[in-house]
Protein backbone atom coordinates (compact mmCIF):
# COMPACT_ATOMS: atom_id res chain seq x y z
CA UNK A 1 0.00 0.00 0.00
CA UNK A 2 1.75 2.67 -1.02
CA UNK A 3 1.28 6.97 -0.52
CA UNK A 4 -1.08 6.82 -4.08
CA UNK A 5 -3.18 4.63 -2.70
CA UNK A 6 -4.08 6.45 0.59
CA UNK A 7 -5.02 8.96 -1.40
CA UNK A 8 -7.04 7.44 -3.67
CA UNK A 9 -8.78 5.75 -0.61
CA UNK A 10 -9.31 9.49 1.14
CA UNK A 11 -13.15 9.36 1.04
CA UNK A 12 -13.47 5.82 2.86
CA UNK A 13 -10.50 7.45 5.38
CA UNK A 14 -12.71 10.00 6.41
CA UNK A 15 -14.96 7.97 7.04
CA UNK A 16 -14.09 5.11 8.75
CA UNK A 17 -11.86 7.05 11.14
CA UNK A 18 -14.07 10.00 11.47
CA UNK A 19 -16.64 7.47 12.53
CA UNK A 20 -14.03 5.71 15.11
CA UNK A 21 -13.09 9.53 16.60
CA UNK A 22 -16.87 9.76 17.09
CA UNK A 23 -17.04 6.48 18.88
CA UNK A 24 -13.96 7.63 20.72
CA UNK A 25 -15.51 11.13 21.87
CA UNK A 26 -18.66 9.48 23.16
CA UNK A 27 -17.43 6.89 26.01
CA UNK A 28 -16.58 10.16 27.98
CA UNK A 29 -18.97 13.57 26.01
CA UNK A 30 -22.29 11.79 25.02
CA UNK A 31 -24.40 14.97 24.39
CA UNK A 32 -26.27 13.72 21.04
CA UNK A 33 -26.39 17.30 19.30
CA UNK A 34 -23.00 17.72 18.82
CA UNK A 35 -22.42 14.22 17.98
CA UNK A 36 -25.06 14.16 15.47
CA UNK A 37 -23.63 17.57 13.78
CA UNK A 38 -20.17 15.75 13.49
CA UNK A 39 -21.68 12.37 11.86
CA UNK A 40 -23.09 14.90 9.31
CA UNK A 41 -20.16 16.79 8.93
CA UNK A 42 -17.67 13.61 8.57
CA UNK A 43 -20.16 12.41 5.96
CA UNK A 44 -20.30 15.42 3.57
CA UNK A 45 -16.55 15.82 4.14
CA UNK A 46 -16.04 12.49 2.39
CA UNK A 47 -18.69 13.40 -0.12
CA UNK A 48 -16.62 16.63 -0.91
CA UNK A 49 -13.40 14.31 -0.83
CA UNK A 50 -14.57 12.38 -3.64
CA UNK A 51 -15.91 14.87 -5.57
CA UNK A 52 -12.71 16.74 -5.41
CA UNK A 53 -9.48 14.92 -4.52
CA UNK A 54 -8.62 13.65 -8.23
CA UNK A 55 -7.60 9.80 -7.09
CA UNK A 56 -3.79 9.36 -8.58
CA UNK A 57 -4.67 5.87 -8.79
CA UNK A 58 -7.25 3.98 -11.13
CA UNK A 59 -7.00 0.96 -8.63
CA UNK A 60 -6.44 0.16 -4.97
CA UNK A 61 -4.37 -2.71 -3.97
CA UNK A 62 -5.91 -4.53 -6.83
CA UNK A 63 -8.90 -4.74 -4.25
CA UNK A 64 -11.15 -1.77 -5.03
CA UNK A 65 -11.07 1.00 -7.99
CA UNK A 66 -10.78 4.51 -7.65
CA UNK A 67 -12.02 5.23 -10.97
CA UNK A 68 -15.09 8.26 -11.31
CA UNK A 69 -17.63 5.36 -10.90
CA UNK A 70 -16.59 4.46 -8.29
CA UNK A 71 -16.63 7.79 -7.13
CA UNK A 72 -19.82 8.84 -8.28
CA UNK A 73 -21.03 5.74 -5.80
CA UNK A 74 -18.62 7.36 -2.61
CA UNK A 75 -20.45 10.41 -3.48
CA UNK A 76 -23.98 9.15 -3.23
CA UNK A 77 -23.60 6.17 -0.34
CA UNK A 78 -21.75 9.39 1.69
CA UNK A 79 -24.56 11.78 0.80
CA UNK A 80 -26.87 9.21 2.13
CA UNK A 81 -25.67 8.91 5.14
CA UNK A 82 -25.47 12.21 5.87
CA UNK A 83 -29.46 12.26 4.83
CA UNK A 84 -29.90 8.97 7.24
CA UNK A 85 -28.07 10.84 10.49
CA UNK A 86 -29.99 13.98 9.68
CA UNK A 87 -33.50 12.04 9.78
CA UNK A 88 -32.25 10.17 12.26
CA UNK A 89 -31.68 12.70 14.79
CA UNK A 90 -34.93 12.82 16.61
CA UNK A 91 -35.17 9.11 17.30
CA UNK A 92 -31.39 9.18 18.96
CA UNK A 93 -32.36 11.85 20.49
CA UNK A 94 -35.63 11.08 22.15
CA UNK A 95 -35.30 7.40 22.08
CA UNK A 96 -32.10 7.29 23.77
CA UNK A 97 -30.37 5.13 21.02
CA UNK A 98 -26.78 6.66 21.93
CA UNK A 99 -25.53 8.78 19.52
CA UNK A 100 -21.75 8.19 18.85
CA UNK A 101 -22.46 4.81 18.47
CA UNK A 102 -25.75 5.09 16.30
CA UNK A 103 -23.28 7.58 14.25
CA UNK A 104 -20.41 6.13 13.95
CA UNK A 105 -21.99 2.64 12.55
CA UNK A 106 -23.76 4.49 10.38
CA UNK A 107 -20.61 6.06 8.59
CA UNK A 108 -19.23 2.66 8.57
CA UNK A 109 -21.90 1.22 6.56
CA UNK A 110 -21.47 4.25 4.36
CA UNK A 111 -17.82 2.93 4.15
CA UNK A 112 -18.47 -0.44 3.36
CA UNK A 113 -21.41 0.20 0.59
CA UNK A 114 -19.13 3.23 -0.81
CA UNK A 115 -16.24 0.30 -0.75
CA UNK A 116 -18.73 -2.60 -2.27
CA UNK A 117 -19.78 -0.55 -4.92
CA UNK A 118 -15.92 -0.08 -6.58
CA UNK A 119 -14.95 -3.89 -5.79
CA UNK A 120 -12.99 -5.35 -7.99
CA UNK A 121 -11.44 -8.32 -6.43
CA UNK A 122 -13.38 -10.69 -4.66
CA UNK A 123 -11.78 -10.17 -1.20
CA UNK A 124 -12.33 -6.74 -1.34
CA UNK A 125 -16.16 -7.59 -2.20
CA UNK A 126 -16.44 -9.55 0.55
CA UNK A 127 -15.12 -7.28 2.74
CA UNK A 128 -17.30 -4.17 2.07
CA UNK A 129 -20.60 -6.30 2.23
CA UNK A 130 -19.68 -7.57 6.22
CA UNK A 131 -19.02 -4.38 6.71
CA UNK A 132 -22.24 -2.61 6.43
CA UNK A 133 -24.25 -5.94 7.03
CA UNK A 134 -22.50 -5.73 10.60
CA UNK A 135 -23.21 -2.31 10.67
CA UNK A 136 -27.07 -3.14 9.99
CA UNK A 137 -27.57 -6.18 12.32
CA UNK A 138 -26.78 -3.58 15.21
CA UNK A 139 -28.89 -0.44 13.51
CA UNK A 140 -31.56 -2.25 13.06
CA UNK A 141 -32.27 -4.25 16.69
CA UNK A 142 -30.87 -0.50 18.32
CA UNK A 143 -34.28 0.78 19.47
CA UNK A 144 -35.10 -1.42 22.60
CA UNK A 145 -38.24 0.88 22.56
CA UNK A 146 -39.92 -0.78 19.89
CA UNK A 147 -41.13 -4.36 20.37
CA UNK A 148 -40.80 -5.58 17.07
CA UNK A 149 -37.01 -3.76 16.96
CA UNK A 150 -35.32 -7.39 18.80
CA UNK A 151 -37.38 -9.47 16.03
CA UNK A 152 -36.33 -7.80 12.86
CA UNK A 153 -32.55 -7.78 14.08
CA UNK A 154 -32.67 -11.66 14.41
CA UNK A 155 -34.40 -12.17 11.19
CA UNK A 156 -32.01 -9.41 9.24
CA UNK A 157 -28.88 -11.87 11.53
CA UNK A 158 -30.07 -15.05 10.39
CA UNK A 159 -30.69 -14.52 7.06
CA UNK A 160 -27.51 -12.27 6.70
CA UNK A 161 -25.21 -15.14 8.16
CA UNK A 162 -26.58 -17.48 5.90
CA UNK A 163 -25.88 -14.93 2.61
CA UNK A 164 -22.31 -15.07 4.58
CA UNK A 165 -21.81 -18.47 4.61
CA UNK A 166 -23.17 -18.82 0.81
CA UNK A 167 -21.35 -16.01 0.19
CA UNK A 168 -17.41 -17.23 1.48
CA UNK A 169 -18.23 -20.48 0.19
CA UNK A 170 -19.10 -19.36 -3.82
CA UNK A 171 -16.20 -17.29 -3.73
CA UNK A 172 -14.11 -20.05 -2.14
CA UNK A 173 -15.32 -22.31 -5.21
CA UNK A 174 -14.38 -19.58 -7.54
CA UNK A 175 -11.31 -19.56 -6.23
CA UNK A 176 -10.60 -23.33 -6.24
CA UNK A 177 -11.75 -23.19 -9.98
CA UNK A 178 -9.75 -20.19 -11.30
CA UNK A 179 -6.97 -19.92 -9.06
CA UNK A 180 -7.58 -15.84 -9.16
CA UNK A 181 -9.75 -13.34 -6.82
CA UNK A 182 -9.50 -10.10 -9.28
CA UNK A 183 -12.75 -10.45 -10.88
CA UNK A 184 -11.52 -10.10 -14.36
CA UNK A 185 -9.47 -13.25 -14.08
CA UNK A 186 -11.70 -14.99 -12.29
CA UNK A 187 -14.66 -14.47 -14.77
CA UNK A 188 -12.41 -15.26 -17.67
CA UNK A 189 -10.58 -18.44 -16.08
CA UNK A 190 -14.60 -20.01 -15.94
CA UNK A 191 -14.72 -20.12 -20.30
CA UNK A 192 -11.13 -21.38 -20.41
CA UNK A 193 -11.22 -23.63 -17.45
CA UNK A 194 -12.20 -27.78 -17.99
CA UNK A 195 -14.11 -30.64 -16.85
CA UNK A 196 -14.51 -30.75 -13.17
CA UNK A 197 -13.06 -27.34 -12.28
CA UNK A 198 -15.46 -25.60 -14.88
CA UNK A 199 -18.34 -27.05 -12.75
CA UNK A 200 -17.08 -25.86 -9.64
CA UNK A 201 -16.87 -22.62 -10.58
CA UNK A 202 -20.64 -22.41 -11.98
CA UNK A 203 -21.71 -23.57 -9.13
CA UNK A 204 -19.58 -20.75 -7.29
CA UNK A 205 -21.05 -18.03 -9.29
CA UNK A 206 -24.71 -19.94 -8.37
CA UNK A 207 -23.76 -19.46 -4.96
CA UNK A 208 -22.49 -16.07 -5.02
CA UNK A 209 -25.61 -15.06 -6.50
CA UNK A 210 -27.48 -16.74 -4.02
CA UNK A 211 -26.31 -14.46 -1.60
CA UNK A 212 -26.42 -11.94 -3.33
CA UNK A 213 -29.92 -12.64 -3.90
CA UNK A 214 -30.49 -12.56 0.08
CA UNK A 215 -29.10 -9.09 0.02
CA UNK A 216 -30.85 -7.29 -2.17
CA UNK A 217 -33.88 -9.65 -1.62
CA UNK A 218 -34.63 -11.53 -5.04
CA UNK A 219 -37.43 -13.98 -5.22
CA UNK A 220 -37.29 -16.62 -3.51
CA UNK A 221 -35.07 -15.12 -0.87
CA UNK A 222 -36.96 -12.05 0.06
CA UNK A 223 -39.44 -13.02 2.76
CA UNK A 224 -37.01 -11.54 5.26
CA UNK A 225 -37.75 -7.69 3.42
CA UNK A 226 -41.14 -7.20 5.12
CA UNK A 227 -40.48 -8.02 8.87
CA UNK A 228 -37.37 -6.47 8.74
CA UNK A 229 -38.10 -2.97 7.89
CA UNK A 230 -41.31 -3.09 9.79
CA UNK A 231 -39.01 -3.18 13.06
CA UNK A 232 -36.58 -1.13 12.16
CA UNK A 233 -36.37 2.50 12.53
CA UNK A 234 -37.70 4.15 9.53
CA UNK A 235 -34.73 5.91 8.93
CA UNK A 236 -32.38 2.67 9.55
CA UNK A 237 -35.14 0.95 6.97
CA UNK A 238 -34.57 3.86 4.68
CA UNK A 239 -30.82 3.03 4.43
CA UNK A 240 -31.52 -0.58 4.36
CA UNK A 241 -33.33 -0.55 1.26
CA UNK A 242 -31.57 1.93 -0.57
CA UNK A 243 -27.71 1.77 0.28
CA UNK A 244 -27.21 -1.39 1.21
CA UNK A 245 -28.96 -3.00 -2.04
CA UNK A 246 -27.79 -0.17 -4.14
CA UNK A 247 -24.01 -1.36 -3.03
CA UNK A 248 -24.80 -4.45 -4.57
CA UNK A 249 -26.45 -3.58 -7.61
CA UNK A 250 -23.50 -1.22 -8.26
CA UNK A 251 -20.92 -3.67 -7.78
CA UNK A 252 -23.00 -6.18 -10.02
CA UNK A 253 -22.68 -3.42 -13.19
CA UNK A 254 -19.07 -3.51 -12.13
CA UNK A 255 -19.23 -7.59 -12.37
CA UNK A 256 -21.03 -7.29 -15.81
CA UNK A 257 -18.56 -5.11 -17.59
CA UNK A 258 -15.70 -7.85 -16.91
CA UNK A 259 -17.54 -10.44 -17.42
CA UNK A 260 -17.88 -11.22 -21.19
CA UNK A 261 -19.68 -14.27 -22.16
CA UNK A 262 -19.97 -16.06 -18.92
CA UNK A 263 -22.92 -13.73 -18.43
CA UNK A 264 -25.36 -15.32 -21.22
CA UNK A 265 -24.37 -18.71 -19.14
CA UNK A 266 -26.42 -17.13 -16.63
CA UNK A 267 -28.36 -15.07 -18.02
CA UNK A 268 -31.42 -17.80 -18.36
CA UNK A 269 -31.32 -18.25 -14.18
CA UNK A 270 -31.18 -14.57 -13.77
CA UNK A 271 -34.26 -14.12 -16.06
CA UNK A 272 -36.06 -16.58 -14.16
CA UNK A 273 -35.17 -15.01 -11.28
CA UNK A 274 -36.29 -11.22 -12.35
CA UNK A 275 -39.77 -12.26 -13.33
CA UNK A 276 -40.08 -14.14 -10.33
CA UNK A 277 -38.98 -11.39 -8.11
CA UNK A 278 -41.19 -8.47 -9.54
CA UNK A 279 -44.42 -11.02 -9.69
CA UNK A 280 -43.54 -11.66 -5.79
CA UNK A 281 -43.05 -8.17 -5.11
CA UNK A 282 -46.13 -6.62 -7.02
CA UNK A 283 -48.57 -9.74 -5.32
CA UNK A 284 -47.01 -9.29 -1.59
CA UNK A 285 -47.43 -5.74 -2.06
CA UNK A 286 -50.93 -5.87 -2.82
CA UNK A 287 -52.15 -7.33 0.52
CA UNK A 288 -50.09 -5.10 2.90
CA UNK A 289 -51.89 -2.99 5.37
CA UNK A 290 -48.70 -1.78 6.80
CA UNK A 291 -47.08 1.74 5.15
CA UNK A 292 -43.21 0.05 6.22
CA UNK A 293 -44.12 -3.25 4.51
CA UNK A 294 -45.55 -1.98 1.34
CA UNK A 295 -42.20 -0.34 0.88
CA UNK A 296 -40.78 -3.43 1.52
CA UNK A 297 -42.62 -5.11 -1.07
CA UNK A 298 -41.90 -2.02 -3.61
CA UNK A 299 -38.28 -2.67 -3.03
CA UNK A 300 -38.19 -6.22 -4.20
CA UNK A 301 -40.40 -5.31 -7.29
CA UNK A 302 -37.59 -2.71 -7.65
CA UNK A 303 -34.71 -4.98 -7.37
CA UNK A 304 -36.38 -7.19 -10.07
CA UNK A 305 -36.84 -4.45 -12.29
CA UNK A 306 -32.91 -3.42 -11.93
CA UNK A 307 -32.05 -7.06 -12.63
CA UNK A 308 -33.97 -6.33 -16.26
CA UNK A 309 -31.35 -3.93 -16.72
CA UNK A 310 -28.61 -5.80 -15.40
CA UNK A 311 -29.25 -8.77 -17.79
CA UNK A 312 -29.05 -6.77 -21.09
CA UNK A 313 -25.45 -6.15 -20.51
CA UNK A 314 -25.24 -3.32 -22.66
CA UNK A 315 -23.57 -0.22 -22.44
CA UNK A 316 -27.16 1.09 -22.77
CA UNK A 317 -28.54 -1.37 -20.13
CA UNK A 318 -25.83 -0.41 -17.86
CA UNK A 319 -26.33 3.17 -17.48
CA UNK A 320 -30.34 2.54 -17.21
CA UNK A 321 -29.74 -0.04 -14.54
CA UNK A 322 -27.22 2.56 -13.04
CA UNK A 323 -30.01 5.57 -13.72
CA UNK A 324 -32.93 3.70 -11.87
CA UNK A 325 -30.86 3.02 -9.20
CA UNK A 326 -30.35 6.66 -8.20
CA UNK A 327 -33.61 7.06 -8.75
CA UNK A 328 -35.11 4.71 -6.60
CA UNK A 329 -32.43 5.70 -3.93
CA UNK A 330 -33.70 8.85 -3.81
CA UNK A 331 -37.37 7.98 -4.46
CA UNK A 332 -37.83 5.40 -1.61
CA UNK A 333 -35.23 7.33 1.16
CA UNK A 334 -37.92 9.66 0.87
CA UNK A 335 -40.66 8.21 1.56
CA UNK A 336 -38.98 6.52 4.42
CA UNK A 337 -38.29 10.26 5.83
CA UNK A 338 -41.36 10.62 5.48
CA UNK A 339 -42.23 8.29 7.98
CA UNK A 340 -39.18 8.99 10.14
CA UNK A 341 -40.68 12.81 10.17
CA UNK A 342 -44.11 12.06 11.74
CA UNK A 343 -42.64 9.63 14.52
CA UNK A 344 -43.29 10.96 17.77
CA UNK A 345 -43.38 9.30 21.68
CA UNK A 346 -46.03 6.89 20.32
CA UNK A 347 -43.86 5.44 17.68
CA UNK A 348 -44.18 5.93 13.43
CA UNK A 349 -47.48 5.58 11.71
CA UNK A 350 -47.51 2.22 10.11
CA UNK A 351 -50.67 0.73 9.89
CA UNK A 352 -53.20 2.21 7.20
CA UNK A 353 -55.74 3.39 10.38
CA UNK A 354 -53.02 5.71 11.52
CA UNK A 355 -52.42 6.82 7.83
CA UNK A 356 -56.20 7.42 7.51
CA UNK A 357 -56.96 11.30 6.85
CA UNK A 358 -53.72 12.59 7.42
CA UNK A 359 -53.58 14.22 4.22
CA UNK A 360 -55.46 16.67 5.83
CA UNK A 361 -53.38 17.11 8.97
CA UNK A 362 -49.92 17.27 7.55
CA UNK A 363 -50.49 18.47 4.19
CA UNK A 364 -47.48 19.22 2.72
CA UNK A 365 -45.28 15.99 4.19
CA UNK A 366 -48.56 13.74 2.83
CA UNK A 367 -48.64 15.32 -0.60
CA UNK A 368 -44.89 14.53 -0.60
CA UNK A 369 -45.32 11.47 0.51
CA UNK A 370 -47.70 11.49 -2.80
CA UNK A 371 -44.83 12.65 -4.93
CA UNK A 372 -42.66 9.52 -3.95
CA UNK A 373 -44.99 7.10 -3.95
CA UNK A 374 -46.30 8.35 -7.97
CA UNK A 375 -42.69 8.21 -8.65
CA UNK A 376 -42.26 4.88 -7.47
CA UNK A 377 -45.48 3.72 -9.35
CA UNK A 378 -43.45 5.54 -12.33
CA UNK A 379 -45.77 8.26 -13.46
CA UNK A 380 -44.79 11.03 -16.29
CA UNK A 381 -42.74 13.90 -14.70
CA UNK A 382 -41.25 11.92 -11.79
CA UNK A 383 -37.97 10.08 -11.75
CA UNK A 384 -39.62 6.93 -11.19
CA UNK A 385 -41.57 7.35 -15.29
CA UNK A 386 -37.82 8.55 -16.52
CA UNK A 387 -36.28 5.66 -14.93
CA UNK A 388 -38.47 2.84 -16.01
CA UNK A 389 -38.34 4.34 -19.66
CA UNK A 390 -35.08 3.81 -20.04
CA UNK A 391 -34.63 0.35 -18.75
CA UNK A 392 -37.60 -1.03 -20.41
CA UNK A 393 -36.00 0.41 -23.61
CA UNK A 394 -32.47 -0.70 -23.17
CA UNK A 395 -34.13 -4.56 -22.52
CA UNK A 396 -36.18 -3.74 -25.81
CA UNK A 397 -33.07 -3.35 -27.77
CA UNK A 398 -31.16 -6.40 -26.45
CA UNK A 399 -34.08 -8.28 -27.27
CA UNK A 400 -35.53 -9.14 -23.73
CA UNK A 401 -39.41 -8.34 -25.00
CA UNK A 402 -40.89 -11.05 -22.92
CA UNK A 403 -39.02 -9.60 -19.79
CA UNK A 404 -40.40 -6.04 -20.54
CA UNK A 405 -43.63 -7.14 -20.63
CA UNK A 406 -43.81 -8.97 -17.49
CA UNK A 407 -42.09 -5.64 -15.79
CA UNK A 408 -45.11 -3.56 -17.48
CA UNK A 409 -47.27 -5.71 -15.41
CA UNK A 410 -45.82 -5.73 -12.20
CA UNK A 411 -46.10 -1.98 -12.77
CA UNK A 412 -49.75 -1.43 -13.57
CA UNK A 413 -50.10 -4.17 -10.27
CA UNK A 414 -47.67 -1.47 -8.61
CA UNK A 415 -49.62 1.31 -9.46
CA UNK A 416 -52.58 0.00 -7.95
CA UNK A 417 -51.51 -0.42 -4.57
CA UNK A 418 -49.53 2.48 -4.16
CA UNK A 419 -52.84 4.55 -5.30
CA UNK A 420 -54.72 3.01 -2.17
CA UNK A 421 -51.83 4.14 0.01
CA UNK A 422 -53.12 8.31 -1.68
CA UNK A 423 -56.48 7.17 -1.28
CA UNK A 424 -56.08 6.51 2.52
CA UNK A 425 -53.65 9.73 3.09
CA UNK A 426 -57.23 11.66 1.29
CA UNK A 427 -59.59 9.91 3.11
CA UNK A 428 -62.16 11.08 5.66
CA UNK A 429 -60.82 14.45 7.44
CA UNK A 430 -61.82 13.27 11.14
CA UNK A 431 -60.99 11.33 13.83
CA UNK A 432 -57.05 11.03 12.82
CA UNK A 433 -54.76 12.18 16.05
CA UNK A 434 -51.72 14.73 14.47
CA UNK A 435 -48.11 13.42 14.69
CA UNK A 436 -45.45 15.25 15.27
CA UNK A 437 -44.64 18.06 13.24
CA UNK A 438 -41.04 17.61 12.10
CA UNK A 439 -37.92 19.56 12.73
CA UNK A 440 -35.95 21.18 10.43
CA UNK A 441 -33.45 19.15 9.23
CA UNK A 442 -36.41 16.62 8.36
CA UNK A 443 -38.18 19.23 6.66
CA UNK A 444 -34.51 19.65 4.59
CA UNK A 445 -33.89 16.16 3.60
CA UNK A 446 -37.54 15.92 2.19
CA UNK A 447 -37.36 18.88 0.09
CA UNK A 448 -33.69 18.01 -1.09
CA UNK A 449 -35.29 14.39 -2.19
CA UNK A 450 -38.45 15.84 -3.79
CA UNK A 451 -36.69 18.31 -5.67
CA UNK A 452 -34.33 15.89 -7.24
CA UNK A 453 -37.31 13.73 -7.92
CA UNK A 454 -39.08 16.50 -10.37
CA UNK A 455 -35.30 17.40 -11.72
CA UNK A 456 -34.56 13.84 -12.55
CA UNK A 457 -38.47 13.07 -13.88
CA UNK A 458 -38.28 16.77 -16.10
CA UNK A 459 -34.85 16.62 -17.07
CA UNK A 460 -33.07 13.32 -16.81
CA UNK A 461 -30.65 14.12 -19.59
CA UNK A 462 -28.19 15.60 -16.92
CA UNK A 463 -28.06 12.52 -15.39
CA UNK A 464 -27.89 10.48 -18.06
CA UNK A 465 -24.98 12.29 -19.51
CA UNK A 466 -22.96 12.19 -16.44
CA UNK A 467 -23.56 8.53 -15.95
CA UNK A 468 -22.33 7.49 -19.50
CA UNK A 469 -19.75 9.19 -18.97
CA UNK A 470 -18.84 7.87 -15.52
CA UNK A 471 -19.28 4.17 -17.58
CA UNK A 472 -16.72 5.11 -20.38
CA UNK B 1 1.73 -37.35 0.62
CA UNK B 2 -0.36 -34.41 -0.76
CA UNK B 3 -3.78 -35.57 -0.26
CA UNK B 4 -5.98 -35.11 -3.72
CA UNK B 5 -7.38 -31.44 -4.60
CA UNK B 6 -10.85 -33.55 -5.41
CA UNK B 7 -11.18 -35.30 -1.83
CA UNK B 8 -10.49 -31.98 -0.34
CA UNK B 9 -13.28 -30.28 -1.79
CA UNK B 10 -15.56 -32.84 -1.88
CA UNK B 11 -14.84 -33.30 1.95
CA UNK B 12 -15.68 -29.44 2.05
CA UNK B 13 -18.66 -29.85 0.51
CA UNK B 14 -19.60 -32.32 2.89
CA UNK B 15 -19.11 -30.21 5.46
CA UNK B 16 -20.76 -27.62 3.65
CA UNK B 17 -24.08 -29.24 3.87
CA UNK B 18 -23.64 -30.48 7.55
CA UNK B 19 -23.43 -27.07 8.08
CA UNK B 20 -26.66 -25.57 6.23
CA UNK B 21 -28.98 -28.99 7.22
CA UNK B 22 -28.18 -27.50 10.68
CA UNK B 23 -28.92 -24.21 9.91
CA UNK B 24 -32.56 -25.42 7.97
CA UNK B 25 -33.60 -28.06 10.54
CA UNK B 26 -32.41 -26.62 14.35
CA UNK B 27 -34.79 -24.21 15.75
CA UNK B 28 -32.52 -23.04 18.00
CA UNK B 29 -30.93 -19.61 17.17
CA UNK B 30 -27.25 -20.68 19.08
CA UNK B 31 -27.61 -24.02 16.61
CA UNK B 32 -28.12 -22.27 13.43
CA UNK B 33 -25.25 -20.10 14.59
CA UNK B 34 -23.06 -22.76 15.00
CA UNK B 35 -24.48 -24.35 11.60
CA UNK B 36 -23.16 -20.90 9.80
CA UNK B 37 -19.90 -21.53 11.58
CA UNK B 38 -19.50 -24.63 10.12
CA UNK B 39 -20.64 -23.28 6.48
CA UNK B 40 -18.15 -20.90 6.80
CA UNK B 41 -15.08 -23.36 7.69
CA UNK B 42 -16.30 -25.53 4.81
CA UNK B 43 -15.17 -22.06 2.91
CA UNK B 44 -12.02 -21.93 4.52
CA UNK B 45 -10.84 -25.20 4.21
CA UNK B 46 -11.69 -24.80 0.15
CA UNK B 47 -9.42 -22.09 0.21
CA UNK B 48 -6.56 -23.59 2.10
CA UNK B 49 -6.93 -26.61 -0.22
CA UNK B 50 -7.56 -23.96 -3.01
CA UNK B 51 -4.43 -21.82 -1.71
CA UNK B 52 -1.70 -25.15 -2.04
CA UNK B 53 -3.16 -26.52 -5.36
CA UNK B 54 -2.55 -23.22 -7.17
CA UNK B 55 0.30 -22.51 -5.69
CA UNK B 56 -0.50 -18.82 -4.09
CA UNK B 57 -0.83 -17.30 -1.18
CA UNK B 58 -4.46 -15.14 -1.69
CA UNK B 59 -6.63 -18.18 -0.03
CA UNK B 60 -4.53 -18.07 3.02
CA UNK B 61 -4.92 -14.66 3.09
CA UNK B 62 -9.02 -15.07 2.86
CA UNK B 63 -9.01 -17.35 5.29
CA UNK B 64 -7.63 -14.83 7.92
CA UNK B 65 -9.67 -12.39 7.13
CA UNK B 66 -12.78 -14.78 6.98
CA UNK B 67 -11.42 -16.00 10.68
CA UNK B 68 -11.77 -12.09 11.65
CA UNK B 69 -15.23 -11.73 10.05
CA UNK B 70 -16.72 -14.15 11.82
CA UNK B 71 -15.41 -13.87 15.08
CA UNK B 72 -16.83 -9.97 14.29
CA UNK B 73 -19.83 -11.83 13.47
CA UNK B 74 -19.85 -14.03 16.15
CA UNK B 75 -19.91 -11.56 19.14
CA UNK B 76 -22.58 -9.13 17.37
CA UNK B 77 -24.82 -12.59 16.96
CA UNK B 78 -23.86 -13.64 20.71
CA UNK B 79 -24.73 -9.87 22.10
CA UNK B 80 -27.81 -10.50 19.70
CA UNK B 81 -28.84 -13.48 21.54
CA UNK B 82 -28.59 -11.76 25.28
CA UNK B 83 -30.86 -8.96 23.85
CA UNK B 84 -33.19 -11.61 22.67
CA UNK B 85 -33.09 -14.07 25.55
CA UNK B 86 -34.06 -10.83 28.20
CA UNK B 87 -36.47 -9.61 25.90
CA UNK B 88 -38.56 -13.33 25.59
CA UNK B 89 -36.91 -15.49 27.37
CA UNK B 90 -36.39 -18.04 25.00
CA UNK B 91 -34.36 -19.00 22.27
CA UNK B 92 -36.26 -20.84 19.23
CA UNK B 93 -36.43 -18.75 16.73
CA UNK B 94 -40.13 -19.87 15.81
CA UNK B 95 -41.32 -18.10 18.35
CA UNK B 96 -40.21 -14.64 16.91
CA UNK B 97 -43.22 -14.21 14.95
CA UNK B 98 -44.71 -11.08 16.10
CA UNK B 99 -44.80 -9.43 12.91
CA UNK B 100 -47.64 -10.44 10.40
CA UNK B 101 -48.39 -9.21 6.75
Known sequence: ?472 | MMIPFGHALAFAAALFILGLTCVLARRQIIMILIGVEIMLNAASLVFIAASAYWQQADGQVFVILLMAITAAEVAVALAMVVYLWRRKKTMIADQFNGMRG
Open chain 1, 1 to 472: MSVNDLLALTPILILVLGGTALLMVCAWYRAPRPLLAGGVTVALMAALAAGLVPPPATEISGLFSATSYARFFTILWSLLAAAGIMISARYVIDWRLGAGEYVSLVLYAAAGMALLSSATHLLGLFLALETFTLAFYILIACNRRCEFAAEAGLKYLLTGAVATGFMAFGIALIYASSGSLHLPEALTSLTTATGALQAWGFLGWGMFLVAIGFKISLAPFHLWTADVYQGAPAPVSGLLATGSKGAVVAALVGVIAVAGPVWHDLQDLLWFMAVITMLAGAFGAFTQQNLKRLLAYSSVVHMGTLLVGLICQSAEGNVATVFYLVAYVITSFGAFAVIASLADERGEPMHFDQWRGLGYRHPIRCAVLSLFLLSLAGLPATAGFMAKLVIFQAALHSGFTGLVLVGIFASLISFAFYLRVILVLYQSQNETSSWHPGSAMEHAVLTVCASAVLLLGLFPGILLDLISLILT
